[in-house]
């Protein structure tokens, strides 16, 4: 040995005290040079240092080596500082690190709990060893439980439950708990038995089943189990645990009844009303109610689950229940202290006087009533408007009018019970003449057309709707006191000149409604045309309405400015005071606003000789008139083709 040699040596061993040291067997004739340790958490990236950790510098040439049964293999190569993987297993996993002084191994798995060796020659320092240490969390333990419950009578073990932890390195520790508190292997009372299986990813799965003499009073007993293991990032044992519900054993000792929903029931509610034991598994039950009548209890049919669901629940329902569980295996019979099932309700409202009928003026006491197992309250309510007119089992109405008859409600409800109400019409009638729901009507129609029109009349005693013309009609009421008539009917010149009427009677007397038809002409129509019907009527062509262009094609042209005030003027005859300003306006070349919102005065910017005008009038408001004036004809002032109304429904 040369003095050099002798100097590291000395140096190094120095160094060894420094560290943490963890005996490796080494050969023994040589002085066994103490690892330095590595922890790296599997798939994270190891560094290896080639010498303390103080040192530092350019190692410029090194040999790292493998060390596997006692044989060194060549893994990594740095030359004038620049490094090379050696074919072979960590071919592609190696890096340098920190100017050659460190190598790092990346993607770490358990296969990777090794030592290695650091030979360097430039610095000539002494071998540096290695070992590297792997660990791995496993995952969140799993617990199963004896699904087929433990019989309670017998003198030997039981198995409890066995938990199982996947994918840890080193062997992760089970501890297992007794509602909280750790539970050591115990002659003839507690056997705890682990397996480990080596995944082919070299991490470890384990298993612990514990077994137990188990006592009745082990029933509501919490057993888990806890795993314990060690990571790189501090000593620190960690653990996690997964509690297990409450444990259960057979044979069953109690039996009870649970019904859902929890809280007041009430009728119409979706009730079940279900058995269970603490015995595991559950055996099989029948539920039965007390007849109130007999005093008996009477089995009732439940589903495949055991459940007996009460849907709707009605107040019938209410009554004792039981529940009896039978144990096949011991044949023991469980029966469950009687359960008060309530259904509270609100049945029968009845108002009085069930259908008044008062003169106008006259004064009217209507009176609510209802069955409850509940303090009620009542109120009454406009049925059309749902306004509240009144709290309290009476309802007083003075001088009654008209406009009061109709429907009204009594709602008797239980405050106690939210949601619990029941409703109960009542229709107040006041004697007096049928009333229309419109004196007078406007309808555009087209000759020849099939038409549907409608009556409505209201009063007490209910009316009914005669025409005066021939069709067929059908009437319907939306309520006690209206009924709408709908006549089916054809449109003839003859209708078009009488118009139609329709009458309500009742003994008090009857009331009409005028319905006028005015004719509307798909095509503008000729003088001929305009004659036959008899009408006064500006002729329109539907297509006008809303577009001015496309009228404009069909219209006339404008010729002279004379027959532009002419047509104006028959506007004016029709539209007096608006026509006099659409006049103006015209002259004005000027797109104006109407008077209101409800009067539109369009011009269209192109077409200079021509105005539209628009009326939508707030009584009728599926009737508007378009108006389109021209000067296009020589024709005399007044004549019909030159006005062009549209007047849509
Ligand atoms: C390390 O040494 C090599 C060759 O010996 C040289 O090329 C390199 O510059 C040195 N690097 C440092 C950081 O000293
Ligand atoms: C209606 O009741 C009012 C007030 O109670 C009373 O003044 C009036 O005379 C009554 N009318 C009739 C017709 O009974
Ligand atoms: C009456 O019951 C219905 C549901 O049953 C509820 O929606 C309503 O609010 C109740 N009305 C009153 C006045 O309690
Ligand atoms: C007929 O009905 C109208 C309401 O459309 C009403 O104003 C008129 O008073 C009624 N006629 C009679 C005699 O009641
Ligand atoms: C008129 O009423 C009948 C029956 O109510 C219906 O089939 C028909 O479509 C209606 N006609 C029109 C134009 O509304
Ligand atoms: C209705 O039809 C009958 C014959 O079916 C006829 O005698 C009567 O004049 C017609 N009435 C009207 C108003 O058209
Ligand atoms: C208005 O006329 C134009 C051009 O003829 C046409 O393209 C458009 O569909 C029409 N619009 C309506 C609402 O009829």
């Known amino acids: 040995m040369g003095l050099p040699r002798l100097v590291c040596a000395f140096l190094f061993a120095a160094c060894c005290c420094c560290r943490r040291a963890t005996g490796v067997p080494g050969e023994e004739n040589q002085p066994t040079p103490t690892p330095d340790l590595v922890e790296a958490e599997v798939g994270s990236t190891a560094l290896l240092k080639c010498g303390p950790s103080r040192s530092s510098g350019n190692f410029s040439q090194v040999e790292w080596f493998l060390i596997h049964k006692e044989r060194k293999i060549l893994i990594f190569r740095v030359h004038q500082g620049k490094g090379q993987s050696e074919p072979g297993e960590y071919e592609h996993r190696l890096s340098l690190h920190d100017s050659g002084a460190t190598l790092a191994l990346s993607q770490v798995t358990p296969h990777d709990e090794r030592t290695f060796l650091c030979k360097s020659k430039r610095p000539r320092l002494p071998d540096h060893y290695v070992e590297l240490q792997v660990f791995k969390a496993p995952e969140e333990p799993t617990i199963q439980a004896n699904v087929v419950g433990i019989h309670v009578d017998r003198e030997e073990l039981r198995e409890v439950a066995t938990c199982v932890g996947r994918n840890g390195y080193p062997i992760p520790q089970v501890i297992w708990y007794k509602n909280g508190r750790p539970l050591q292997e115990e002659e003839n009372r507690i056997h705890i038995q682990s ?281 319907w009421s939306p309520d006690p006191q209206t009924v709408v008539s709908i006549l089916h009917v054809l449109v003839t010149p003859e209708l078009l000149e009488t118009g139609v009427q329709c009458t309500a009677t009742n003994y008090v007397g009857s009331n009409t409604t005028i319905i006028v038809l005015k004719l509307v002409s798909l095509t503008t129509l000729t003088p001929d045309s305009s004659q036959t019907t008899g009408l006064s009527t500006p002729t329109v062509s539907p297509h006008t309405r809303a577009n001015g262009t496309s009228t404009e094609r069909k219209l006339p042209q404008p010729e002279s400015k004379g027959v532009v005030i002419v047509a104006v003027i028959v506007c004016t005859l029709v539209l007096a005071v608006l026509g006099a300003a659409l006049y103006f306006f015209y002259k004005k070349g000027k797109l104006p606003c109407g008077r209101s919102g409800k009067q539109e005065i369009t011009l269209p910017p192109t077409r200079k000789g021509e105005f539209v005008v628009e009326v939508k009038s707030d009584k009728l408001p599926e009737e508007m008139a378009l108006l389109q004036g021209s000067n296009g004809d020589k024709r005399a002032p007044g004549d019909q083709g030159e006005k062009y109304i549209d007047l849509r429904h």
């Open 195 to 475: 397996s480990q299986i080596v995944e082919s990813s070299g991490l470890y799965t384990l298993s612990s089943v514990l077994s137990a003499r188990v006592v009745k009073e082990d029933r509501d007993a919490q057993f888990y189990c806890e795993l314990s293991y060690r990571l790189p990032s501090g000593n620190r044992i960690r653990s996690r645990r997964r509690s297990l519900s409450p444990f259960s054993v057979n044979p069953a000792e109690k039996v009870w009844v649970e019904v859902e929903p929890v809280g007041l029931l009430k009728e119409g509610d979706h009730v079940t009303i279900r058995c269970l034991t603490d015995g595991n598994p559950q055996p099989h039950f029948t539920i039965h109610k007390k007849d109130p009548s007999t005093g008996e209890m009477e089995e009732e049919s439940t589903d495949e689950n055991g459940l007996l669901s009460l849907e709707p629940a009605q107040k019938h329902h209410s009554g004792l229940y039981q529940c009896q569980s039978l144990d096949l295996e011991t044949v023991i019979t469980l029966t469950s202290d009687p359960l008060e099932l309530l259904v509270h309700y609100v049945s029968d409202v009845r108002v009085k006087p069930t259908a008044p009928e008062v003169q106008e003026g006259d004064n009217l006491t209507l009176t609510c009533e209802a069955e409850s197992n509940q303090d009620l309250e009542f109120e009454w309510l406009r049925d059309k408007t749902g306004q509240l007119v009144g709290k309290g089992p009476v309802l007083q109405l003075n001088n009654l009018r008209r406009e009061a008859g109709g429907r009204y409600l009594c709602v008797a409800s239980a405050p106690r019970v939210p949601g619990l109400n029941r409703t109960q019409p009542v229709s107040v009638g006041i004697i007096g003449f049928p009333w229309m729901a419109v004196k007078e009507r406007k309808v555009w129609v087209q000759e020849n057309a099939v038409l549907n029109l409608s009556c409505e009349a209201s009063g007490h005693p209910l009316p009914s709707i005669s025409w005066n013309v021939n069709g067929s009609a059908t009437e």
